[in-house]
């Protein structure tokens, strides 16, 4: 997942002049012009819009057919309080025409009622005695039916968060808030603007607790969405078929700490720091989310800002980028540590490897340390090689490290003063997702943040109003840092291709 198995970036343009001027020439801008690409991005107004949406009572969905009832332990990677979060996805679809007279609510709910057969440990609960557990009890997953009377092109050209309204789009159901004795999985589907016309689309917003996670990069390996996906395929084509490709694998005691328990590496992504005292917190309602697009010209011009014998991958270029443009934005004091933690998929690490059906979770938060002052002032090089090295630490003795330390010192919470945490899904096959209306026109995480911490950013593919692939990367700052971040995107594209 996060640098791991991803290809290389392209070999750099000719010359870094030709990059410049593909830069400003795709917002029809002259050097010498203060606003660029990303500030333009910001000002750029959202559509203005005002909808409303009628709600079903929620109602929870079992299982098909009886599953086992028994206790499944999460492994002491699980356990840990930084994954105590609810993270909202949300899907938009297209209407499609060959669709017509299937109703998306009973689709989605029929394949997920097949699909917690296989996966029944989310139609569960979570309890904590000391250490959670899943008790599969059948309980069922909450989903909620509601109509928007919106259509799909009233969101605009571009679709990206942050969407307007999306309060009315995320809707958290009277006891869906928590994390234990609650439901682990939250499915809201809006059949948006149905009555209207032939651009209409469905709207599904899921949430759920770090109990699986799909980010993932290989096809085979997200078997969730799979047998929701193949699930959905057998019932319109009336097949009787009811085993999925891919059976689910629990093994979470491969991720439980040894005994006795042996922490071998420092993990900086743990440590416990105290706010900086001159520092003037913001206040928790005073932030700005925002989504900022990274196609084939903004990765090439970034690139071109690092010696030709360097080829980081698309996410350590971008990770690197942002990390820097962040901190000077926030205008850090020098002598503060800052770290940008990189979550890192280590499946691969693992000898033997995972079983491909393991959906559980197997990833660590390494962290790039280093003070406000050398990143800023250091060359752009520096930070990737602070990220680079970050990621690469992470191995198969690394988790069990980490394992150990959740055991030994308590179920620590990663570093949040001077942090930033990013988490790729570019290769998570979100917008792949199908339930016969095609794949996603976005899919992906709703918005940057989880729990209290607003400073997770999201690489999420996605598609521009012109056509063009690229990443959006979701951010989340004090609405006075936003502006003074874009113009930091664009300032140092600018400025360092003159110097290189």
């Known amino acids: 997942m996060l640098g791991m198995k991803e290809e290389k970036g392209p070999e750099k343009e000719g010359k870094e002049g030709i990059l410049q001027k593909k830069f400003r020439r795709r917002e029809g801008r002259r050097e010498g012009t203060a606003t660029m690409a990303f500030s333009h991005d910001l000002e750029s107004p959202s559509p203005s819009l005002v909808f409303s949406v009628r709600r079903k009572q929620p109602e929870l969905v079992a299982p098909a057919r009886p599953t086992p009832r028994e206790r499944k332990p999460l492994s002491d990677i699980d356990c840990q309080k930084g994954l105590r979060a609810q993270i909202p996805i949300v899907q938009f679809y297209r209407n499609?025409?060959?669709?017509?007279?299937?109703?998306?609510?009973?689709?989605?709910r029929n394949a997920l009622k097949q699909t917690l057969v296989f996966y029944y440990p989310l139609a569960g609960r979570l309890r904590d005695n000391g250490k959670l557990v899943v008790d599969c009890n059948e309980?069922?997953?909450?989903?909620?039916?509601?109509?928007?009377?919106?259509?799909?092109?009233e969101f605009g050209d571009f679709l990206k968060p942050p969407f307007p309204c999306f309060h009315e789009l995320l809707y958290e159901a009277p006891g869906s808030e928590g994390i234990t004795d609650s439901p682990i999985l939250l499915i809201q589907l809006h059949?948006?603007?149905?009555?209207?016309?032939?651009?209409?689309?469905?709207?599904?917003e899921v949430q759920w607790f770090h109990l699986?996670?799909?980010?993932?990069?290989?096809?085979?390996?997200?078997?969730?969405?799979?047998?929701?996906?193949?699930?959905?395929?057998?019932?319109?084509?009336?097949?009787?078929?009811?085993?999925?490709?891919?059976?689910?694998?629990?093994?979470?005691?491969?991720?439980?700490?040894?005994?006795?328990?042996?922490?071998?590496?420092?993990?900086?992504?743990?440590?416990?720091l105290s706010p900086d005292p001159n520092t003037v917190e913001p206040n928790p309602t005073d932030f700005q989310h925002h989504s900022f697009f990274f196609g084939p010209t903004e990765v090439a011009a970034i690139r071109a800002l690092l010696p030709h014998h360097l080829n980081p991958t698309?996410?350590?270029?971008?990770?690197?980028?942002?990390?820097?443009?962040?901190?000077?934005?926030?205008?850090?004091?020098?002598?503060?540590?800052?770290?940008?933690?990189?979550?890192?998929?280590?499946?691969?690490?693992?000898?033997?490897?995972?079983?491909?059906?393991?959906?559980?979770?197997?990833?660590?938060?390494?962290?790039?340390?280093t003070t406000a002052g050398k990143l800023s002032e250091k060359s752009f090089e520096y930070a990737v090689g602070l990220v680079q090295g970050a990621i690469g630490k992470v191995s198969e003795e690394y988790m069990r490290s980490v394992a150990d330390l959740m055991v030994s010192e308590g179920r620590r919470l990663f570093t949040v003063v001077g942090s930033c945490l990013v988490l790729d899904t570019t290769h998570a096959g979100f917008r792949d997702l199908d339930f016969g209306w095609g794949k996603a026109v976005y899919g992906g995480m709703a918005k940057a943040g989880a729990g209290g911490f607003p400073a997770i950013n999201f690489h999420v593919p996605c598609e521009n109003a012109k056509g063009e692939e690229g990443t959006l990367v979701l951010v989340c700052l004090p609405s006075q840092v936003m502006k003074a971040f874009a113009k930091e995107l664009d300032h140092n594209i600018v400025e360092g291709n003159k110097t290189t």
């Open 96 to 108: 499609e025409p060959s669709m017509a007279g299937k109703d998306p609510v009973e689709v989605i």
């Open 139 to 153: 309980e069922g997953v909450m989903f909620i039916e509601a109509d928007a009377d919106v259509t799909l092109d």
């Open 191 to 204: 059949a948006a603007g149905i009555c209207f016309d032939n651009h209409t689309g469905n709207t599904t």
């Open 212 to 272: 699986c996670y799909p980010i993932q990069p290989h096809d085979d390996r997200r078997c969730w969405h799979n047998l929701l996906h193949a699930r959905h395929r057998r019932n319109l084509k009336g097949s009787t078929t009811k085993q999925p490709s891919i059976f689910p694998v629990w093994h979470r005691d491969l991720l439980c700490a040894r005994d006795p328990p042996h922490v071998t590496f420092d993990h900086h992504e743990y440590q416990q």
């Open 314 to 369: 698309t996410f350590e270029l971008l990770t690197s980028y942002i990390w820097r443009c962040r901190t000077k934005a926030l205008n850090i004091p020098a002598e503060n540590e800052v770290r940008m933690m990189c979550l890192a998929d280590a499946r691969a690490k693992f000898d033997p490897s995972f079983s491909v059906g393991y959906y559980g979770n197997c990833f660590a938060f390494p962290a790039a340390v």
